[in-house]
């Protein structure tokens, strides 16, 4: 019997490389531990962008509950199987993946590292690992998209109240290779997050993250000759540095101080519309030809109608627990929302920080993961070498976990693999045991 083995399994490679460069007295560029990865990346950035990363609403209840529910399921591993060989392939939207794994759009990313977006393009580029474009990068998609070679790219899109600027972005999307529209539900509004708010602090403002937009025709042609009067003045002694940070940006793009200033105003008043419902599903449809999936689903109803309505896909989220404080934990609601699903593929993000932890995400019923939080510390660190590092250690762990859970391929993950949360001891898989051979 034969059966395709996908890409070369990274774990023992990764691990051996680590332990044998090791004998010399080399360590990992970036710090294996997860723990240890936040922390130092904590270190090494500013104390406001540190807060903007690592931060989220309110008492962080949600970040937490996120991490506390991959806590509370535990592996039943099964012994004398030949996992010799292992496959972490998965098809997505017509492409095999090497992996269940794509790295999550995250914006301002030039608030941890120069290259932002295009040190984590060449990472996912060598890895071979898919990425999202954010919608709010710091580096247009066009660059980005050269740096991937064969990767695959998905957009993110975050639904502005401009439409004229949201069928622009969906073509520079569909031009730049973009396999899928991720669109991002659950931040209509800007979640309340207590640590930005005590810095005085929104990235947005001081023109970063805003490079897909002012590289955008349609939306330059759209900036007001004057930022729009509001009432309220900026005041304090950083305000010849934010002045000093729009004039550079402005530079970057041809702008002036004042069509900066106009343009990051415009931007904080069109970038999503709260006014989204279910019928402006079939809207975005007729703008684009690529696969729609919605971003930020974590009810079973809204999942339903997700299909009803004709989607290509759902990822659960709650955006890292950065906009509700005290909502369900993503891995608790992927169940119910997986199996409202029916046949869409159902991707999770949010908590996840181990190869581990991406094993029991699918074992609850995702097809894949976006990972978050973890690569921008490694980019925080050391650049694209610390992304690839990242990656590579979490495919290895997830890899390793596979096999030592008797496992060899991502499709024989399942409910049985995993016990409920109950007793210290109790190890009764979660769907009664059914025997996978």
Request: include cysteine; hydrophobic fraction near 45%.
């Amino acid at each position: 019997m034969t059966r395709d083995t996908g890409a070369v399994a990274p774990g023992r490679q990764r691990q051996m490389e680590i332990y044998v460069t090791g004998a010399g007295g080399a360590r990992p560029t970036v710090p294996v531990s997860a723990t240890r990865l936040e922390a130092e990346a904590a270190r090494a950035m500013t104390q406001e962008a540190a807060a903007y990363v690592i931060g989220s609403a309110g008492l962080e209840a949600s970040m937490a509950a996120n991490r506390a529910a991959f806590g509370r399921h535990r592996f039943v591993p099964r012994v004398l199987r030949d996992v010799s060989a292992r496959d972490l392939g998965v098809d997505l939207f017509g492409r095999r993946h090497r992996a269940p794994l794509l790295l999550a759009p995250i914006g301002v990313l030039e608030l941890v590292h120069r290259q932002a977006d295009l040190a984590v393009a060449r990472a996912a580029a060598a890895t071979q690992i898919g990425m999202v474009f954010s919608n709010q990068a710091s580096v247009a998609m066009e660059d980005c998209a050269a740096a991937l070679g064969t990767a695959p790219r998905w957009f993110q899109l975050y639904w502005s109240s401009d439409d004229d600027v949201v069928r622009s972005l969906l073509a520079r999307a569909e031009k730049a290779g973009c396999e899928a529209i991720v669109v991002t539900l659950d931040t209509t509004l800007l979640g309340w997050r207590p640590r930005d708010l005590d810095l005085g602090y929104l990235p947005f403002l001081r023109g970063m993250g805003l490079a897909q937009y002012l590289s955008d025709p349609v939306f330059r042609s759209k900036i007001p000759a004057r930022p729009p009067e509001t009432g309220i003045r900026p005041r304090g002694a950083k305000l010849l540095a934010t002045a000093y940070g729009l004039h550079r940006k402005g530079r970057e793009f041809g702008l002036s101080m004042t069509a900066m200033r106009a343009a990051a105003a415009y931007f904080t008043a069109t970038y999503s519309r709260p006014d989204l419902n279910w019928t402006d599903i079939g809207r975005l449809r007729a703008m684009t030809s690529l696969p729609i999936i919605l971003k930020g689903i974590r009810h079973a109803v809204d999942a339903r109608l997700a299909r009803e309505h004709g989607v290509d896909g759902i990822v659960v989220s709650n955006h890292g627990g950065r906009q509700v404080d005290g909502e369900t934990a993503t891995l608790d609601a992927l169940p119910g929302v997986a199996a409202a699903a029916g046949d869409l593929p159902v991707l999770l993000d949010s908590g996840i920080r181990t190869g581990a932890d991406i094993a029991k995400a699918l074992a609850l019923g995702a097809r894949a993961v976006l990972l978050g939080r973890p690569y921008v510390y490694g980019l925080a660190l050391a650049g694209e070498t610390g992304v690839r590092e990242v990656i590579g250690n979490i495919l290895a762990e997830l890899d390793l976990t596979l096999a030592l859970c008797g496992l060899d391929s991502i499709a024989a993950l399942g409910p049985g693999c995993l016990a409920a949360d109950g007793p210290p001891g109790r190890t009764e898989p979660i769907d009664g045991g059914k025997d996978q051979v």
